[in-house]
């Protein structure tokens, strides 16, 4: 029941009981008013009668009867001291009884004065009596009869119930009036500012306490929207794809990074039967059960589903049957794993089942770029292939030549070729492994020789004149220029990055070719530059070249010796001392790499 319709019915209550109460009261006091009226003039009457009795004796009790009014108001009667009857102004002396044990009568004979009250059966009368001793020893007493109280106020009831519908009618009025009154300042009050306007003293606790609980739910908010930004600032930048959908696979939320991996514009996604409006709201995601999830905020920023139309499947993002088999699974409560390729990438989904408060059950989609990784898997085995192959080769001719030697079978004037065979298949072996130990050591940055100031120019110089004969043999000019540009560095791991270059450079070159080593400083940086005008690297190539083991042409490379790891050198070597490898080729135009440090 409204509060309004409640204090109106209590004020008519109140009103009738206050009506009703002071009617009664009223009638009582006026019942009680009339018989201390009546009790007076009875006693006053006896003291008249008194005062004539004794003076005039029975002659003026004869006299009043003569008048004809002895009985017109009031009982007269007159008692001998023995309680006979002597006159009766209402009835014949001789035919009443003795009144020697009426109370009044008995009370005047002993004290000289007496009165008593009696009431009718019916109730509705009452007579008062009241009696005097005279001085021969007889009594005289006067006897009023009035209407009792109870018959005062039953005949009262007729006027009362018209007064009582007259005052009712006007308490209905009154009261709704009142109640207008009284309400009004409550519908006004503000419940941004309860303290605003006019407030009762009374709702004073109840205007603290809306302001206690308004700052409380105002604290409240400030958290949830510090922890929102703050799940904001750390998932803004995530790179998973993530999506959040109910028990029956509808979309609930989802990142930009989930679109992106699965190949959905976010404009494309704002214009269809699913928009991209801003993360959470403020009943955070006003979901009974989002532990008001809700309203999550994740990826570069966490998106709410709130289109106009109905919600988004999230089959309809993806419909390869890995993922709706990823969805149905964790919607039906286990953990699903799978892979997906999307064009040139691939992704692991992942879906883990989620509980909401009223018991039905989500889901949560996550989606990691392991093209990467994948790619480093490959990687890793072709390395392994390759490394089982390069040490394969050599050993397997060492075994050969040795096996031949050992049955006797080579002639004396062949033992000289054969060792040498033997011996240069041992260094191409140990100068694969080594390589090998070197990356292996530079990928764990577990190279022993530490860093010191260096030039750079000397140690160039000095693997250009280490590699003239080479190139002098393969018809190639092998020139140094620049001047001393100083390092940061460790001479073991910038010479074998010298080197590799400058042999590679010399390998692959084309006859009567140049080959030129420079060292500068550039803009503040020193700069290393071997440049070749050799036969070029292929553009679909040069992405791989500094893979271990990657050749270009793999039989040139066998035919002109090398293990395919020395640009994986030289790049793992620019890691180590945080420098950066440029490359610039054009087949058959030539080669340029630099290292800028």
Not at 117 to 123: A, F, M, N, Q, Y
Not at 187 to 203: F, Q, S
Not at 424 to 442: F, H, K, M, N
Not at 507 to 535: C, M, Q, R, S, W
């Amino acid at each position: 029941m409204k509060i309004k319709r409640k204090i109106y019915w209590n004020l008519c209550l109140v009103a009738l009981l206050a009506m009703a109460l002071s009617a009664l009261i009223t009638a009582l006091l006026l019942c009680q008013d009339l018989q201390t009226q009546m009790r007076q003039s009875v006693m006053t009457e006896v003291r008249y009668l008194e005062s004539a009795m004794d003076v005039s004796g029975e002659e003026y009790l004869a006299h009043l009867k003569s008048r004809g009014d002895g009985n017109s108001v009031n009982r007269i009667t007159w008692v001998s001291p023995d309680g006979e009857v002597l006159y009766d102004s209402f009835a014949d002396s001789e035919s009443l009884e003795n009144h020697k044990d009426r109370p009044e009568i008995a009370a005047a004979l002993k004290n000289g004065r007496g009165e008593s009250v009696r009431t009718s059966r019916t109730l509705a009368e009452q007579t008062y009596y009241y009696a005097a001793r005279l001085d021969d020893g007889s009594v005289i007493r006067v006897a009023s009869t009035t209407k009792s109280a109870l018959a005062t106020v039953v005949h009262t009831i007729p006027v009362m119930i018209a007064m009582g519908i007259l005052i009712v009618l006007g308490v209905l009025i009154l009261a709704e009036f009142q109640t207008k009154r009284i309400v009004a300042p409550i519908n006004e009050m503000e419940p941004d500012d309860p303290k605003a306007g006019e407030v009762y003293d009374e709702l004073a606790p109840l205007v603290r306490r809306l302001e206690k609980q308004k700052e409380t739910i105002r604290q409240q908010m400030e958290i949830l929207r510090e922890k929102q930004e703050e799940f904001t600032a750390i998932t803004e930048n995530m790179r998973e794809g993530f999506i959040v959908v109910d028990s029956k696979g509808d979309v609930m939320s989802y990142n930009k990074s989930a679109l992106k991996l699965l190949g959905i514009p976010v404009e494309q996604a704002a214009g269809h039967d699913y928009s991209v409006g801003a993360a959470g709201n403020a009943g955070a995601g006003q979901r009974a059960g989002s532990t008001d999830a809700q309203a999550c905020a994740a990826g570069t920023k966490m998106e709410t589903v709130t289109g106009h139309q109905a919600n988004v499947n999230i089959i309809s993002l993806n419909r390869s049957g890995n993922f709706r088999q990823v969805v149905d699974g964790a919607l039906k409560g286990t953990h699903c794993e799978q892979m997906l390729d999307v064009g040139n990438r691939h992704y692991q989904i992942m879906a883990n089942p989620v509980a909401e408060s009223n018991g039905r059950s989500g889901a949560v989609v996550v989606i990691l770029d392991v093209t990467e990784q994948q790619s480093r898997e490959e990687l890793r085995r072709e390395f392994t292939a390759n490394v089982s192959h390069e040490l394969k080769t050599p050993l397997t001719s060492i075994s050969g030549y040795a096996e031949i030697m050992m049955n006797g079978l080579v002639q004396p004037s062949d033992m000289g070729r054969f060792s040498g065979k033997i011996y240069q298949e041992a260094q191409r072996l140990i100068t694969l492994v080594g390589d090998i130990i070197r990356l292996s050591q530079l990928d764990e940055e577990k190279v022993q020789l530490e860093k010191r100031p260096v030039d750079l120019h000397m140690i160039a110089s000095d693997v250009v004149r280490r590699l003239q004969d080479v190139a002098r043999k393969n018809q190639i000019t092998l020139m140094m220029t620049g001047k001393p540009t100083v390092v940061n560095g460790n001479p073991q791991i910038l010479d074998e990055m010298i080197y590799n270059l400058c042999d590679n450079a010399i390998k692959y070159n084309k006859p009567f070719g140049e080959v030129e080593v420079n060292v500068a400083t550039i803009k503040d940086h020193p700069v290393l530059t071997v440049e070749d005008d050799g036969i070029g690297i292929p553009v679909d190539d040069q992405e791989r070249i500094f893979e271990r083991f990657y050749r270009v042409d793999k039989s040139h490379s066998r035919q002109i010796g090398g293990t395919g790891l020395g640009l994986s050198i030289v790049k793992h070597g620019a890691i180590y001392h945080k420098a950066k490898v440029e490359l610039k080729s054009a087949l058959g135009e030539g080669t340029t790499v630099r290292i800028v440090f």
